[in-house]
């Protein structure tokens, strides 16, 4: 599997646009019976269509769409993706649960609030665009706008600007008979924008286009995600396409979502067999940051490899470490936060722990901060940038040491070694500090 996952930052809000808690979507015979009834609701789809004729398309599902992320939800056929995201504006209306956008309760809404929902709050966008073929793109676009009642001329306007915006420009007055595949999902994408929404629902948009349009496209949403930091939710079976989109997923086998986690959770801590085996091929380079490899820093450490960002892939780390021939530090605005050396970064690829650095490798001066930035890694604030999600396997063990911490062990390191390097350093124990005879080349406060 080839993948290439862009490295950002994910939103740190943990505001939530959707919010859903114990959401059922049972198709058949009296439907309801099955979420109420326990012996009934604990069945497998099999042995539940046996019984009752019905289908638990969506199973006690709970998950929250932060603001301003791309929430996807994976996994194969019939596992209950499109369900799932059509119950959230009620196109299918839920057996039992709760959904809330906003803080409103979606299943109280009347048909007019409902129809203000999908119009202006929540806007989707279909595999098959749905274009209506005797109108121009121009048109198109401008279709939501001309439901919600937006005068001519500024939804011809605003229009345009989508047409822009999707780099359809100069095709405004052609017919959808006259685009290609790739050029039909821009104008359905300029479509749903056009009509500014909170969230956009994508319901597997690219799965008819051939590879390279669809890699086109995805780079079209990043991009746009980036520019307008639009919430969205995203459906899609293909693992390389979530990987590379979310910035946290809800893989569903069931009706059920098995995991809810960040790319680099559902890569790095599979949360059961399942998972385990869907993930397998991924190149966990590609998808693991430097946050979670990193080890605390050392008294051994010089202080002086290149730079990285805590959300740097591996992949980039191991370029940068191979350029320089010496570890990276991970620098997260000023401060260091620990080290990427070989063992962690190959530890990464071949999908084995690397041993983290022992805090008696920096026994002697130092062995007091050491064990203090170990003990702050445990409960490090990792989680508060990705904090941990729901029905999620535990976080990586392996997380941030407190900054300053890192920071000074390495300042100190730094001291000691100067000490140690000015002749005639009288040796004060056998087991001091390893260090070069030309002691540190840049002080580490110049990081
Ligand atoms: N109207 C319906 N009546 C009965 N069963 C249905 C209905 N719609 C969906 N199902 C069943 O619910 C389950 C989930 O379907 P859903 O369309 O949500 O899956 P999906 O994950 O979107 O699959 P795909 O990737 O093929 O689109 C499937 O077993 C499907 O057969
Ligand atoms: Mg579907």
């Keep these: 599997m080839t993948l290439t996952v862009p490295t950002r930052k994910p939103p740190t809000t943990t505001e939530s646009v959707f919010s859903v808690s114990g959401l059922w979507k049972v198709f058949g015979p009296k439907p309801e019976r099955v979420p109420a009834d326990p012996a009934l609701s604990a069945l497998d ?26 929430f996807v939800v ?20 839920p057996t039992a649960g709760t959904i809330s956008i906003d803080g409103e309760d979606v299943r109280a809404m009347d048909k007019s609030r409902l129809r203000e929902l999908r119009r ?21 676009v401008a279709y939501g706008l001309e439901i919600q009642g937006v005068g001519k001329s500024e939804r011809r306007e605003r229009a345009a600007e989508f047409v822009a915006k999707v780099g359809l420009e100069g095709m405004e007055k052609r017919r959808p008979g006259q685009l290609s595949g790739g050029q039909r999902q821009r104008v359905g994408l300029a479509r749903a ?61 069931d009706g059920r979502v098995v995991q809810l986690g960040t790319p680099e959770e559902i890569v790095g801590s599979p ?14 380079e590609q998808v693991m940051t430097c946050r979670t490899a990193m080890r605390p820093v050392s008294s051994d450490d010089t202080g002086t490899g290149p730079a990285v960002r805590p959300e740097a892939t591996v992949a980039e780390a191991i370029k940068a470490v191979a350029r320089a021939g010496e570890p990276a ?26 041993d983290t650095a022992p805090a008696e490798a920096a026994a002697g001066t130092d062995a007091h901060d050491v064990t203090a930035t170990a003990d702050a ?14 029905k999620t396997a535990p976080a990586p063990e392996k997380a941030d040491p407190a900054p300053e911490k890192a920071d000074r062990v390495l ?22 500090p390893r260090t070069s005879p030309e002691g540190p080349r840049t002080s580490p406060e110049a990081v």
Aim: hydrophobic share 40%; glycine share 8%.
């Design 193 to 253: 924008l056009a009509v500014d929404p909170e969230v956009l629902l994508f319901d597997e948009p690219f799965s008819a286009l051939d590879p390279l349009i669809r890699r086109d496209m995805q780079d079209e949403v990043t991009r746009l995600h980036r520019e307008e930091g639009r919430t969205m939710v995203f459906i899609t079976h293909d693992l390389s396409e979530a990987l590379k989109l979310g910035d946290r997923i809800a893989l569903m086998r």
């Design 45 to 70: 789809p099999a042995e539940l269509r046996a019984r009752t004729g019905c289908t638990a398309a969506v199973r006690d599902v709970s998950f929250d769409v932060r603001k301003g992320e791309v």
């Design 74 to 93: 994976m996994g194969l056929s019939g596992s209950g993706k499109s369900t799932l995201v059509r119950c959230l504006t009620r196109l299918i209306e």
């Design 271 to 284: 949360a059961d067999d399942y998972v385990r085996e869907f993930v397998r091929d991924v190149p966990r």
């Design 120 to 140: 202006h709050r929540a806007a989707m966008v279909f595999q098959h665009f749905g274009l209506l073929p005797h109108r121009t793109v121009l048109d198109n």
């Design 411 to 432: 300042e100190k390191a730094a001291r000691g070694r100067r000490r140690q390097a000015a002749p005639p350093a009288p040796r004060t124990s056998p087991e001091g």
């Design 329 to 354: 530090r991970v620098m997260d605005e000023g401060r260091c936060l620990g080290v990427v050396d070989h063992g962690q970064l190959l530890g990464v690829v071949a999908g084995v722990d690397a």
């Design 377 to 390: 890694t445990a409960g490090g604030s990792a989680t508060e940038t990705a904090p941990a999600p729901e």
